[in-house]
């Protein structure tokens, strides 16, 4: 490989990973685990990485980057269509707006600020699904998977945080 052809897949992949990961969190939210109950409170994958890259990689998540990975989502999981693709472009939205809140900050101001933003998203998934369905739904299985998502934040944010590290590397 030529090094100016090497040199155009590394831009291509540093502008490409945030939203490749995105379509593998996607693939990951669908695997089934064989674990009783565990379908409805699975942790919201997409969600941490929509507000990580919207933080930290705004330029190359894109609103429509994001509503896709999100349609994705709802066709794979079998949400109401364009369910998961608003909440994930509103996440994102908020997260730009409040990058600056954010970035350069301890770990624990990222992660409340996750855990309200979770929180909010959970409450507007639950009342959109009742909207559509036109039933009042259980709380519960939205409650735990909100609770369950912000649990394993730390651990994406940690290895969100590492892949970072190395797409801002120089090679």
């Known amino acids: 490989?030529?090094?100016?052809?090497?040199?155009?897949?590394?831009?291509?992949?540093?502008?490409?990973?945030?939203?490749?990961?995105?379509?593998?969190?996607?693939?990951a939210s669908t695997i089934p685990f064989h674990i009783p109950g565990f379908g409805p409170v699975t942790p919201n994958f997409v969600l941490i990485a929509t507000f990580f890259w919207g933080i930290h990689r705004v330029y190359f998540f894109s609103n429509i980057t994001v509503f896709f990975i999100g349609l994705l989502l709802d066709i794979l999981v079998g949400t109401p269509p364009g369910l998961n693709a608003i909440v994930l472009v509103l996440v994102r939205n908020v997260a730009v707006m409040q990058g600056k809140v954010f970035r350069g900050k301890p770990f624990l101001v990222l992660w409340i600020g996750f855990a309200l933003i979770g929180l909010v998203a959970g409450m507007v998934i639950w009342a959109l699904s009742v909207i559509y369905h036109m039933t009042i739904i259980g709380p519960l299985p939205i409650i735990f998977q909100t609770a369950m998502t912000i649990a394993v934040f730390p651990l994406l944010a940690w290895l969100f945080a590492r892949i970072q590290q190395k797409l801002l590397q120089q090679t």
């Open 1 to 27: 490989m030529t090094p100016r052809l090497s040199y155009h897949v590394d831009a291509i992949v540093r502008v490409l990973a945030p939203a490749l990961l995105g379509i593998i969190l996607v693939l």
